[in-house]
């Protein structure tokens, strides 16, 4: 079975600053792993996503994603944060499990951008 | 173009009432979702559908029923409504081809059981 870990469940940061967001996955299968934002009152939209290829994933708002397949990581950074960017950010991992494709999320990481 | 459209946004139920959570996409996507989300614990998902016909359970499915008898609608219903149902829940769909996809959510509806 698959599982998440997100290691913060705030992170505040000033504006400009350089932010990571930590996040771990286990999982006995080949995975695929994704990072979800939630503006407030909003619904969850896709941030990035690995699925396989270069291990390095960008989104178009400067976010990026490594995935370490030995540290089992997927962590989440952003060299200047904005004002913008405060949001909740969700790790998720997908596998098949039950012959069905799945996706498991993480308890969120709260990132609160102060001017 | 719409997404996935949830109703009603907003909801308080008296313990014991029932109700039903409606949930629609015009993408023609043949996954369907429903999550609950509470404050620190992320999204749990409660149910799930591969296809029209086909329903099955997630983590949380207890006090919960489903249906999916077309494409586009995927309710979820509470028949008899606990204060341990007060939560967010989350519709999702996704169009899943053989390598996962994205999900898109609906803007979530916000029930209170009072």
């Known amino acids: 079975a698959q599982s998440v870990t997100q290691l913060d469940s705030q992170v505040p940061v000033f504006e400009e600053a350089p932010v990571e967001l930590r996040c771990n996955y286990s999982?006995?299968?080949?995975?695929?792993l994704f990072w979800y934002v939630q503006y407030p009152n909003q619904g969850l939209q896709l941030l990035l996503k690995?699925?396989?290829?270069?291990?390095l994933v960008e989104s178009i708002n400067g976010f990026e994603a490594e995935f370490n397949k030995s540290q089992t990581s997927f962590h989440l950074r952003k060299p200047s944060v904005h004002i913008s960017d405060t949001a909740e950010y969700f790790c998720?991992?997908?596998?098949?499990?039950?012959?069905?494709?799945?996706?498991?999320f993480g308890a969120g990481t709260r990132l609160a951008v102060h001017p | 173009n719409a997404g996935v459209t949830q109703t009603p946004k907003f909801r308080i139920l008296k313990i014991g009432q029932s109700m039903t959570l409606q949930c629609t996409q015009d993408?023609?996507?043949?996954?369907m979702y429903w999550y609950r989300q509470d404050p620190g614990m992320g999204l749990k998902l409660i149910y799930y559908?591969?296809?029209?016909?086909?329903?099955d359970k997630g983590e949380v499915p207890n006090g919960y029923n489903v249906s999916r008898s077309t494409t586009e609608d995927f309710p979820l219903r509470l028949e008899l409504a606990a204060p341990s149902q007060t939560s967010v829940y989350f519709c999702?769909?996704?169009?899943?081809?053989?390598?996962?996809?994205?999900?898109?959510f609906g803007e979530g509806s916000r029930l209170t059981v009072l």
């Open positions: 998720a991992v997908s596998g098949f499990s039950g012959g069905y494709n799945k996706l498991i």
């Open positions: 999982s006995s299968v080949s995975v695929y």
């Open positions: 690995y699925l396989s290829g270069s291990t």
């Open positions: 993408m023609n996507h043949n996954y």
């Open positions: 559908s591969v296809g029209a016909g086909i329903t």
């Open positions: 999702a769909s996704e169009n899943w081809t053989g390598n996962t996809g994205e999900l898109f």
